[in-house]
């Protein structure tokens, strides 16, 4: 393949996948403007080695979920942030009910690789084999990364039972 078909073919990769990729990388992080960067990064790695991807979505997939753990990684070992004697002047938000709101804050609750697993195997609905290929550890890694996330998401926000079982919040708090 020479140059011009291979930027041809990448360029229609790029109209062709990038919503759905987008829609993942945000998952991921959680804030647009990080998806927005996040696959902006995976997209530029996946160029340069276009011309020798056999399965260009499935490594494009792999940077965003490996590039999102190594962004959490490398913002852990950031020094903290400094305490001032006046506080921000923004002010918080009332939290919103609506379930796309309470979900979308209950994923941001979860580390990196417990949001990777549950964003492969319920957002993406892969396997669990093809969970673990795409992350790089093994079948049980991926069934006690998604155990230890749902119970950390029925822990953290208890209102969320309804999207699995049908019960209102008060039920859950019984």
């Known amino acids: 393949m020479d140059t011009a078909q291979a930027r041809a073919a990448f360029e229609e990769f790029v109209t062709g996948r990038s919503a759905a990729l987008g829609r993942t990388a945000y998952l991921l992080t959680g804030h647009r403007q990080d998806a927005e960067d996040l696959l902006q990064s995976a997209l530029a790695r996946a160029a340069v080695r276009w011309s020798g991807l056999d399965d260009p979505e499935a490594y494009v997939r792999r940077v965003l979920y490996t590039q999102s753990v190594s962004r959490w990684r490398a913002l852990r070992r950031r ?3 400094l305490l001032t004697d006046q506080p921000p002047q923004t002010a918080v938000a009332e939290p919103c009910h609506d379930t796309r709101m309470v979900l979308d804050l209950a994923l941001r609750r979860l580390t990196p690789k417990q949001r990777a697993v549950l964003v492969l195997r319920f957002y993406e609905d ?13 079948v049980g890694t991926v069934k006690s990364q998604t155990r230890h996330a749902l119970m950390r998401l029925r822990a953290l926000n208890p209102q969320l039972a309804q999207l699995v079982d049908g019960r209102l919040p008060q039920e859950v708090a019984r």
């Open 126 to 138: 892969r396997s669990e084999s093809h969970t673990a290929e795409v992350l790089g550890c093994s």
């Open 79 to 81: 020094p903290p942030e």
